[in-house]
């Protein structure tokens, strides 16, 4: 099987930075495209971040210039470097990819999340 597995998350203060990574682990014979997506209290899902295996990369307005999105290909990681954080980013932040296994099925999978918390 495959998973993935966020790290990073925390608490930080207003104009503070956060890095979060993604590892995936298991059956995984390579990774196309990897989102970050997070979801506040009584909000519904966001896409935050995309990336594709070639490094093309999307963000939501919202964190365009303050976000970065990248990924190491050899490790299949990617990674959410998050600079000059405001209150509203406060969410739990999920991995998603889309995952070819070693018997070439491809198959959309979710990370457990992580806490992100800026305080005012």
């Known amino acids: 099987q495959v998973q993935l597995v966020e790290s990073g998350g925390g608490l930080v203060q207003t104009g503070g930075s956060l890095r979060l990574s993604c590892a995936a682990s298991?059956?995984?014979?390579?990774?196309?495209?990897m989102s970050w997506y997070r979801q506040a209290p009584g909000n519904q899902r966001e896409l935050v971040a995309t990336?594709?295996?070639?490094?093309?990369?999307n963000y939501a307005d919202s964190v365009k210039g303050r976000f970065t999105i990248s990924r190491d290909n050899a490790k299949n990681t990617v990674y959410l470097q998050m600079n000059s954080l405001k209150p509203e980013d406060t969410a739990v932040y999920y991995c998603?990819?889309?995952?070819?296994?070693?018997?070439?099925?491809?198959?959309?999978?979710w990370g457990q999340g992580t806490q992100v918390t800026v305080s005012s």
């Open positions: 998603n990819g889309d995952i070819l296994g070693i018997d070439y099925s491809l198959t959309n999978y």
């Open positions: 298991g059956r995984v014979f390579s990774i196309n495209i």
């Open positions: 990336i594709t295996r070639g490094g093309n990369t």
